[in-house]
């Protein structure tokens, strides 16, 4: 009893020393007749008034000086806010946060430092900005994380606070990289139809080889092991292994923070042959059309792609007349009894729209004129999906945007429209090449070349070449209007001035070319464009020592200078998937040039065809055929300045560049008027490369002729005793400045006189 009332007496006195605590600090209300701020440096005044929730002549009470406080600490500008009061006077009293004066960092050799600066701005530490003690974990964690992206897994991160002057401080991160984490196992468990190295080799990732440090194979990536995981998926699907799945993957990292091993556990299921196909639901009464874009093939094994194919098909189709919100399903009905799946493509073409407006995003440079004016769709039109991936297909051909997508998106409120957006990506369109070089034959040259694309965002393409070299001097202006009048007919213009002449000294003999042309290119479908140009030539022949015999014919019958009046009709289609580094698909090229007025009259024209088939997700085939055919237009002689040229890299390998073809009686290559070459490769990807495409290996046949006068071509009279052939491999690399080529060939036909270059190498050309 005693012992409670000690406590109920203890009780009450902490009570009232509470009580008398709060009576002195509370501040009675009163009316505020100057506020003064204390402690800035650098903040503004101003920054701190407009924060304060009291102003002159306002009552001040303890919750307003609570609110203050807690308002001064959410700008993030003060480590300590305190608020003081002298009479009515109120005195708001703060201690800065120091500022970042510099970030730095050491040890960094995996990435460049502006975009570690942008990472770390990105969660708010940067020159200039308050310093946070809290900010150094999370930057810490966020240079950790930009490691762990690049299998550095191993990465140490230690950060250095320095103070300097005016309550500044700089900060440094230093780095201790260590060695990339690299997968040194790959297991496949579950697999019985197929090898594990079977499908090792579908994946872009693997163990590693000789060129890993180029292609980073072997360096672990979550979304390359997804991408990879998908790629196995898909290899199951399409070989009837309808209930294929992945049951889980572990990713181990070991000890050492250097090594990774991968286990990835499936479940093969049973293979399933397609038994039927059915349609159900609502057709538009087209059921025999639809019927028609099937690619499932009952009696054959089940494949995830046909499916994927006849259900983007149907919707496809659905779309060209209206409905962009059909919806298509293709549902299994499964007897596993007898390994039998019978597909049932149910379809709801729900309703009819048409698009009320047409967007276009992502163009910071192109004007929206270029983009829209490539499109087939229209606006207040019903919606056409063949007109709106037509429209899609073109704006991806100008060849400005890396990305092109079509997004539909429903108009809220009304069912029956749609607005469609293009967004893009655009991607640098312009070129600049500056070179020098000397040697002892060509002297100092110095080349340059600008091509612009899409000029000033236009659509406009610019271009300019100069080479100042003492023996071929060239300069070429051109510029291209693909929408000189509004129904797409194109405009070409070009100007061109070279000399060629065989020394520098100036006792030799020199060819001088000047001309001027111009061209429409008239699309006649969507994917064919022919094109029709003017243009004028002057050849003049600057005789001198050595003129070669040729040449002497050609001024003794035309004399010197030249005019010729060319009219040049060209046409061309591309179907393949890619101009860099094709895997499949068709190119063919076709022009001709006539002469028709001027003292040089003839017809020259040349035809290409190239073919590209996949053999499997590593190996292609390719073909590529050309052929060119060149004759006079009056009763003299075809001009020899006109004459075709083979040999080397785009024609047949292993002979010297521009060496095939007929001589005068000075051993002097002269070319021909008629040219044939035929070229077969098989690309495969470069040992220790896995999948990269960029960077393949080749071996290559080539066969070809240039002709003369007196010579026919084999495709024409079945002559082939002038054919010159070779065989060898090669390299192909798409380089960082630009695709490059490097063939090792052995002739296989010669003859005696033949110039022989086994090892060739350039960059720009396909064959």
Same mark, same amino acid.
């Given at each position: &009893? ?22 002195? $600090? ?17 903040? +503004? ?58 970030? +730095?960092?050491?040890? *960094?050799?995996?990435?460049?430092k502006d975009v570690l600066v942008k990472s770390l701005r990105d969660i708010g530490l940067a020159d200039g900005r308050p310093f946070d003690k809290a900010q150094l974990d999370r930057a810490e964690q966020e240079l950790k994380r930009q490691y762990i992206n690049r299998s550095l897994y191993a990465a140490e991160v230690v950060t250095t606070v320095t103070p300097i002057e005016r309550n500044r401080v700089n900060l440094t991160f230093t780095v201790i990289e260590g060695e990339p984490a690299t997968i040194s196992e790959i297991r496949i468990v579950g697999n019985k139809a197929f090898p594990e190295s079977t499908l090792r080799g579908l994946f872009d990732l693997n163990t590693g080889g000789w060129l890993s440090w180029y292609t980073k194979s072997n360096r672990y990536s979550r979304a390359k092991l997804n991408a990879d995981i998908e790629t196995l998926r898909s290899y199951y699907l399409t070989r009837g292994y309808l209930e294929f799945k992945v049951d889980s993957t572990q990713v181990a990292i070991l000890p050492n923070k250097t090594d990774i091993g991968i286990n990835i556990n499936i479940t093969e299921g049973e293979r399933y042959v397609v038994s039927s196909v059915r349609l159900a639901g609502q057709y538009l009464g087209k059921e025999d059309e639809f019927k028609s874009l099937v690619a499932i093939r009952p009696g054959e094994a089940y494949n995830a792609e046909e499916v994927t194919k006849t259900i983007k098909a149907f919707t496809d189709y659905f779309g060209n ?44 440079? @192109? ?14 039109? $019903? ?19 890396? +990305?092109?997508?079509?997004? *539909? ?43 612009? +694309? ?20 060239? &300069?070429?202006?051109? @510029? ?18 070279? @000399? ?136 003299? @002689? ?12 785009? %024609? ?27 070229? &077969? ?19 290559? $046949?080539? &066969? ?27 390299? %192909? $690399? ?34």
């Amino acid at each position: &009893m005693h012992l409670n009332r000690f406590r109920l007496k203890t009780l009450s006195a902490l009570a009232a020393l509470v009580l008398v605590a709060q009576s002195s $600090w509370a501040v009675s209300p009163f009316t505020v007749r100057d506020i003064r701020i204390e402690g800035l440096q650098r903040v +503004e005044p101003g920054t701190v008034f407009v924060s304060l929730p009291v102003r002159v002549g306002d009552t001040y009470s303890d919750d307003k000086g609570t609110a203050a406080i807690q308002s001064l600490f959410a700008l993030g500008l003060f480590k300590d806010v305190r608020i003081e009061v002298i009479g009515d006077v109120l005195v708001v009293v703060v201690e800065e946060r120091p500022t970042v004066a510099n970030v +730095e960092f050491v040890g *960094t050799k995996e990435f460049d430092k502006d975009v570690l600066v942008k990472s770390l701005r990105d969660i708010g530490l940067a020159d200039g900005r308050p310093f946070d003690k809290a900010q150094l974990d999370r930057a810490e964690q966020e240079l950790k994380r930009q490691y762990i992206n690049r299998s550095l897994y191993a990465a140490e991160v230690v950060t250095t606070v320095t103070p300097i002057e005016r309550n500044r401080v700089n900060l440094t991160f230093t780095v201790i990289e260590g060695e990339p984490a690299t997968i040194s196992e790959i297991r496949i468990v579950g697999n019985k139809a197929f090898p594990e190295s079977t499908l090792r080799g579908l994946f872009d990732l693997n163990t590693g080889g000789w060129l890993s440090w180029y292609t980073k194979s072997n360096r672990y990536s979550r979304a390359k092991l997804n991408a990879d995981i998908e790629t196995l998926r898909s290899y199951y699907l399409t070989r009837g292994y309808l209930e294929f799945k992945v049951d889980s993957t572990q990713v181990a990292i070991l000890p050492n923070k250097t090594d990774i091993g991968i286990n990835i556990n499936i479940t093969e299921g049973e293979r399933y042959v397609v038994s039927s196909v059915r349609l159900a639901g609502q057709y538009l009464g087209k059921e025999d059309e639809f019927k028609s874009l099937v690619a499932i093939r009952p009696g054959e094994a089940y494949n995830a792609e046909e499916v994927t194919k006849t259900i983007k098909a149907f919707t496809d189709y659905f779309g060209n007349f209206g409905y962009a919100f059909a919806r298509v399903q293709a549902l299994p009905e499964i007897d596993r009894v007898n390994n039998r799946v019978a597909l049932v493509l149910q379809a709801d073409p729900s309703r009819r729209a048409y698009v009320r407006k047409i967007n276009v995003a992502g163009n910071t440079r @192109t004007r929206d004129v270029v983009v829209r004016r490539e499109f087939r769709q229209l606006e207040a039109s $019903w919606y056409d999906g063949e007109k709106i991936r037509l429209s899609r297909d073109r704006v991806d051909r100008l060849g400005y945007f890396g +990305e092109v997508a079509v997004e *539909t998106q429903e108009v809220p409120g009304t069912p029956d429209q749609v607005d469609l957006t293009i967004n893009v990506v655009e991607k640098p369109t312009g070129s600049l090449s500056l070179g020098a070089g000397y040697s002892s034959g060509d002297g100092l040259g110095i080349s340059f070349g600008l091509k612009q +694309e899409n000029a000033f965002g236009s659509g406009n393409s610019l271009g300019l070449q100069l080479n100042t070299s003492k023996i071929n001097r060239l &300069m070429v202006i051109n @510029t291209t209007d693909p929408y000189f009048t509004e129904d797409g007919v194109s405009r070409t213009l070009d100007l061109y001035y070279r @000399t060629t002449r065989p020394y520098q000294d100036q006792d030799y003999y020199e060819l001088i070319t000047a001309g001027a042309a111009i061209r429409f290119g008239v699309p006649f479908s969507e994917t064919d464009t022919v094109f029709f140009g003017l243009g004028v030539e002057s050849t003049e022949i600057v005789e001198g020592l050595s003129l070669p015999q040729s040449y002497k014919d050609f001024v003794e019958e035309y004399g010197t200078p030249t005019l010729a009046v060319p009219l040049t009709v060209g046409w061309a289609r591309d179907s393949r998937d890619s101009s860099l580094a094709p895997n499949s698909g068709r190119y063919q090229r076709a022009n001709a040039e006539w002469s028709f007025a001027g003292d040089v009259r003839y017809l020259r024209a040349t035809y290409q065809f190239q073919q590209y088939v996949p053999l499997s997700k590593q190996f292609t085939a390719a073909v590529n055929a050309e052929i060119g055919l060149g004759a006079s237009g009056s009763d003299k @002689t075809y001009p020899v300045f006109k004459n075709f040229f083979g040999g080397g890299l785009g %024609s047949v390998r292993g002979f010297e560049q521009g060496s095939l073809g007929p001589v005068d009686q000075f051993g002097t290559n002269v070319g021909g008027d008629k040219k044939f070459n035929l070229n &077969m490769e098989i690309l495969a990807p470069f040992p220790g490369a896995g999948n990269d495409r960029t960077l393949r290996l080749y071996g290559f $046949w080539d &066969m070809g002729l240039i002709a003369g006068p007196d010579q026919g071509l084999p495709i024409i009279n079945a002559n082939a005793n002038d054919l010159r052939s070779s065989a060898g491999i090669g390299i %192909s $690399w798409i380089s960082p400045v630009g695709p490059l080529r490097l063939a090792y060939s052995t002739p296989l036909r010669k003859f005696d006189n033949d110039r022989i270059q086994n090892l060739q190498f350039q960059i720009g050309t396909s064959f």
